[in-house]
Nanobody, 123 residues
Framework: QVQLVESGGGLVQAGGSLRLSCAAS????????MGWFRQAPGKEREFVVG????????YYADSVKGRFTISRDNAKNMVYLQMNSLKPEDTAVYYC????????????????WGQGTQVTVSS
């Protein structure tokens, strides 16, 4: 059974930082590209960032470029999202996602989803 379990969400003031983690199990992790999405209240889920199977290639949404950094540790089956300079508009439930093969740049092709972790940024 595949599980993606996010952690690290919480409440932070604008300008602050959070680090999200995603623990993967039940899948051949090093064969999956990974990514993060988010969904704000009343809005559709949107792509945030993707990372290739090796971790060498990344793709960021323009809204987070320069502030967020994705990384992965294939030895630990973990994906991380370092979020700096947080803004109130970053408030959302953040979801970890996995796709067999190609880089995640949208919801297309995503095979697995985590349950989400809430990030709230106060102004």
């Amino acid at each position: 059974q595949v599980q993606l379990v996010e952690s690290g969400g919480g409440l932070v003031q604008a300008g602050g930082s959070l680090r999200l983690s995603c623990a993967a199990s039940g899948l051949a992790f090093s064969y999956y590209s990974m990514g993060w999405f988010r969904q704000a209240p009343g809005k559709e889920r949107e792509f945030v960032v993707g990372v290739s199977v090796s971790g060498t290639n990344t793709y960021y949404a323009d809204s987070v470029k320069g502030r967020f950094t994705i990384s992965r540790d294939n030895a630990k089956n973990m994906v991380y999202l370092q979020m700096n300079s947080l803004k109130p508009e970053d408030t959302a439930v953040y979801y970890c996602a996995g796709r067999s093969g190609g880089m995640i740049t949208s919801e297309y092709g995503v095979n697995y989803w985590g349950q989400g972790t809430q990030v709230t940024v106060s102004s």
